[in-house]
Antibody
Framework: EVQLVESGGDLVHPGGSLRLSCAASGFTFRSYWMHWVRQAPGKGLVWISRISSDGSSTTYADSVKGRFTISRDNAKNTLYLHMNSLRTEDTAVYYC?????????????WGQGTLVPVSS | QTVVTQEPSLSVSPGGTVTLTCGLSSGSVSTDYYPSWYQQTPGQAPRTLTHSTNTRFSGVPDRFSGSILGNKAALTITGAQADDESDYYCVLYMRSGVWVFGGGTRLTVL
């Protein structure tokens, strides 16, 4: 069974940093692209970042470019999101999601999300 | 900046048919955008419904179908049921290597 479990969400002050993790199991993690998608309270889904299966290629939404870094450790079956210079508008539930990659371009399995409140 | 448009809200009667659409602020949606659709109920993670325009994801009932209608991607629900009452999101893949979600459609079954 495919499982994605996010962790690391915590209250952080504006300007602070945080690292989220997404532990994967039930599939060959190193064969899949992975994404982070977030959802502010009461708002819609927003894609924020993608990493290729080997970690060599990453893309970001403009709203987080230069502040957030996506990475992965295929030996540990874990995806990360390093978030710096956090703003109140980054407050959201952060989901990781799996993608089959080239010529698929969709999110087939999702984690349950981890909440990141950014507040003073 | 690319904006993906969806109806903010729609309603459907039980047993009825409803079509949700997914458009672009500039231009037409085609299969090249690999449109996919997701269902979300409050407090839950999204659930994948369709991908690659019209491919139903594993385990999704055949009353959910994806298509291109005119210049938009579409999700049609036939024989709507009470538990279809949810938020629905489309997402488009951009050749620049980013994905853009629509704002979501809140579907009411009444």
């Amino acid at each position: 069974e495919v499982q994605l479990v996010e962790s690391g969400g915590d209250l952080v002050h504006p300007g602070g940093s945080l690292r989220l993790s997404c532990a994967a199991s039930g599939f060959t993690f190193r064969s899949y692209w992975m994404h982070w998608v977030r959802q502010a309270p009461g708002k819609g889904l927003v894609w924020i970042s993608r990493i290729s299966s080997d970690g060599s290629s990453t893309t970001y939404a403009d709203s987080v470019k230069g502040r957030f870094t996506i990475s992965r450790d295929n030996a540990k079956n874990t995806l990360y999101l390093h978030m710096n210079s956090l703003r109140t508008e980054d407050t959201a539930v952060y989901y990781c999601a799996r993608d089959l990659g080239t010529d698929w371009y969709f999110f087939d399995y999702w984690g349950q999300g981890t909440l990141v409140p950014v507040s003073s | 900046q690319t904006v993906v448009t969806q109806e903010p809200s729609l309603s459907v009667s039980p047993g009825g048919t409803v079509t949700l659409t997914c458009g672009l602020s500039s231009g037409s949606v085609s299969t090249d955008y690999y449109p996919s659709w997701y269902q979300q109920t409050p407090g839950q993670a999204p659930r994948t419904l369709t991908h690659s325009t019209n491919t139903r994801f594993s385990g999704v009932p055949d009353r959910f179908s994806g298509s291109i209608l005119g210049n938009k991607a579409a999700l049609t629900i036939t024989g709507a049921q009470a538990d279809d009452e949810s938020d629905y999101y489309c997402v488009l893949y951009m050749r620049s290597g980013v994905w853009v979600f629509g704002g979501g459609t809140r579907l009411t079954v009444l």
